[in-house]
């Protein structure tokens, strides 16, 4: 990960749902003393939550103790999250602008997965990914 600035905040979070409300609470307390509007707060809880998820449910297959850490930081103006995993490669930049298959299927046909990673692509301005020494990193920039 990147180095901290002085307006920068990193924690780790046990894969858990129960750590759902925790990642949500430190979100909304960076955005708080960093003086991030209502709006622009709760779409970066939506966009940590629907990381989160992911990272239990398809990353980790299930909750476990295993750190998830995520880092946030106002940097040129911009909100900043970094992201980090060890789950299994993944990346889903590609995802994040694609609509998701059962959104252009049939009423019928059954869901899958996908929206809420494309509403976290349509929320940042920018993204990079990179899988190294056993870790899914994501940067994320978002309008403040």
Sequence with gaps: M???TPSSDTRDFPARFAAVAETAAF?????????IGR????????????LFTNSIQHGYRGECDTPVRIGL????????VEYEDSAP???LLARMSTLPPDLVA????PPTD????????????????EYEDGHN???LVMPP
């Design 2 to 4: 990147a180095q901290p």
């Design 27 to 35: 979100a909304l307390s960076f955005c708080e003393r960093h003086g």
């Design 39 to 50: 709006p622009a707060a709760m779409r970066l809880r939506l966009v940590i939550e629907e």
């Design 73 to 80: 930081a106002m940097i040129d103006g911009y909100l900043t």
């Design 89 to 91: 490669a993944f990346d």
């Design 106 to 109: 049939p009423l019928a046909a």
């Design 114 to 129: 996908g929206l809420g990673v494309y509403l976290v692509g349509k929320f940042v301005y920018g993204a990079r990914y």
């Design 137 to 139: 990193r994501l940067w």
